[in-house]
């Protein structure tokens, strides 16, 4: 088997292939959609990097990596909406779950938490907000193009498992959490 080049050279005047073979814009919608979900999936990445000795989070990670790259492909697949959604009812379910298990080990919150701590909650945060960011950019693509609703919803849990897993590392390194007052 000859081994393909990873260059293609298609990409040069600024298009992209979609599944199925149309060709589109990489400024459009779509591209910018999907595009963030790739970005967000490599933040997770690296976050599963700094927590690799976690028995906690780093399973968890890992199905989320597998979650994104499934809604990534429908964002790129043109059309209406297949029979099947990228993620499923279990799949919330089970992000859900995970939250509460991380959310347990965790003492009340009675204010907002600033984005710092261990580099590995301080890159949970920036997986956060790239994960904002791939809601809201899908929820313009929305308007125009037919998107499962349990892409948003699933996302919009996804970003409250970040924030778990951020306080997580924080407190169970004894690293204080650094909370918002008004005149910090």
């Known amino acids: 088997m000859t081994k393909s080049k990873l260059y293609t050279a298609t990409g040069d005047r600024g298009t ?88 347990a080990t965790l003492p009340p919150l009675n204010s907002f938490v600033l984005p710092t701590g261990t580099t590995a909650a301080a890159q949970a945060h920036v997986a956060r907000t790239e994960c904002r960011r791939a809601e809201r950019l899908i929820v313009a693509l929305s308007r125009t193009t037919p998107v499962h609703p349990q892409t948003l919803i699933y996302l919009n849990r996804l970003s409250d498992l970040l924030f778990a897993i951020a306080r997580f590392n924080n407190i169970n390194t004894n690293q204080p959490e650094i909370f918002w007052t008004k005149n910090c």
């Open 16 to 103: 992209t292939s979609l599944v199925g073979g149309a060709r589109e814009p990489k400024d459009s919608p779509r591209i910018e959609a999907y595009g963030t979900i790739d970005s967000l999936n490599s933040h997770i990445g690296l976050l599963r990097a700094l927590t690799a000795q976690s028995p906690l989070t780093t399973p968890m990670l890992h199905t989320v990596q597998c979650r994104l790259f499934d809604i990534g492909t429908a964002l790129a697949t043109p059309g209406q909406l297949s029979d099947i959604p990228p993620v499923s009812d279990k799949d919330i379910q089970t992000l859900e779950s995970y939250i509460d298990s991380v959310d």
